[in-house]
């Protein structure tokens, strides 16, 4: 499950890392689905059901939204990994501001996010945390949470 800010790599992410292996759930591509929440639960239901990994990518921002995802994957005998993409926001800003059409959202939506957003831990489920921090400066790395 990625964890962060509009705008912080995460569906780059999932592409350079995951594309070839993991199905990807994403809200961002459920643009007229009227239920968001209920059509991401079938395709991540139907995927663990075939054995099929998942990225489930979205802000998921606070262990409130989480703790459905984190209980539907332990359903399933999932292993539950959280990445939290640790990016400021000025570099989110940035890059949400390069973006065309629909990728782009309102500033006060980085904002929102950003009020809501707690890192995940462990005691939420999730068998392991990893940290993908990232600026315009440094580039990007990964850090293990134990």
């Not at 459905?68 to 990445?83: C, K, M, T, Y």
């Not at 939420?124 to 990007?140: I, K, L, S």
Request: aromatic share 4%; with cysteine.
């Amino acid at each position: 499950m990625f964890v962060g800010l509009q705008g912080a790599g995460k569906s780059t992410w999932y592409r350079q890392h995951f594309a070839a292996t993991h199905a990807h759930v994403s809200k961002d591509l459920m643009r007229s689905n009227r239920n968001k929440e209920r059509r991401q639960r079938q395709l991540i239901e139907g995927a663990l059901r075939e054995g099929i990994s998942v990225v489930v990518d979205n802000t998921n921002p606070s262990p409130e939204v989480r703790a459905p995802l984190v209980e539907l994957g332990r359903a399933h005998g999932a292993r539950l990994v959280a990445v939290h993409f640790d990016v400021p926001l000025a570099v989110c800003e940035e890059r949400n501001r390069r973006r065309e059409g629909n990728a782009r959202v309102p500033d006060i939506a980085l904002h929102a996010t950003l009020a809501k957003l707690a890192p995940p831990t462990r005691e939420e489920g999730f068998d392991e945390v990893v940290v993908v921090r990232g600026d315009a400066r440094h580039g990007t790395s990964v850090h293990r949470v134990l």
